[in-house]
């Protein structure tokens, strides 16, 4: 079965970090651009991160920049998410979304099931 | 920055009756807009990509059409499985979702 999982989520004190990981099976990971997508309690879907298939290419939404970085091994076929400095904002569900094509800019059509991040002191 | 606003944010239906949200772009978007269906505690499920084409398995009951900044889903005959959250998203920009369109019972 083709299936994204991810991991990683937790409870962490504004100004701390966590790395979320999205663990691909039953596709060929390097083909694709992957994204994390995040959903605040009971709010609406907000895109965070892309990255290319070849992981030359990465983009973020405004909020995160200078705080999150998007990596991914393609050897392990594994999506990661580096989270710096946390807000209490960025508390929500992560979820991690493959793009249609290699070179992204296309819709999300595989998703996991996500991981919840928590931050509060 | 695209902004994509969704009308209804709620929208109260009975089974078997034809349903449809409209999302609207800040500017032209051509035809880079899917749908998605999420219901509570799982993940969102592509129902249309490139404004109009059905993914693969959706039932034919869905559609969706428009271009430019103005689009609709319509749901031809309401069934007791869409009951649910709907959501736009444009891809000619980066990513937007919509706020979401809250379809429930009546």
């Known amino acids: 079965d083709v299936q994204l999982l991810e991991s990683g989520g937790g409870v962490v004190q504004p100004g701390g970090s966590l790395r979320l990981s999205c663990a691909a099976s039953g596709l060929t990971f390097d083909t694709y651009a992957m994204n994390w997508v995040r959903q605040a309690p009971g709010k609406g879907l907000e895109w965070v991160s892309a990255i290319s298939g070849s992981g030359d290419a990465t983009y973020y939404v405004d909020s995160v920049k200078g705080r999150f970085t998007i990596s991914r091994d393609n050897s392990k076929n594994t999506l990661y998410l580096q989270m710096n400095s946390l807000r209490a904002e960025d508390t929500a569900l992560y979820y991690c979304?493959?793009?249609?094509?290699?070179?992204?800019?296309?819709?999300?059509?595989?998703w996991g099931r996500g991981t919840l991040v928590s931050v509060s002191s | 920055d695209i902004q994509m606003t969704q009308s209804p944010s709620t929208l109260s239906a009975s089974v078997g009756d034809r349903v449809t949200i409209t999302c609207r772009a800040s500017?032209?978007?051509?035809?880079?807009l899917a749908w998605y269906q999420q219901k509570p505690g799982k993940a969102p499920k592509p129902l249309i990509y490139?404004?109009?084409r059905l993914e693969t398995g959706v039932p034919s009951r869905f559609s969706g059409s428009g271009f430019g900044t103005e689009f609709t889903l319509t749901i031809s005959s309401l069934q007791p499985d869409d009951f649910a959250t709907y959501y736009c998203?444009?891809?000619?920009?980066?990513?937007?979702f919509g706020q979401g369109t809250k379809v429930e019972i009546k």
């Open positions: 490139d404004a109009s």
């Open positions: 979304a493959k793009d249609l094509s290699s070179g992204g800019g296309r819709y999300f059509d595989l």
């Open positions: 998203q444009q891809y000619n920009t980066y990513w937007t």
């Open positions: 500017q032209s978007i051509t035809s880079w």
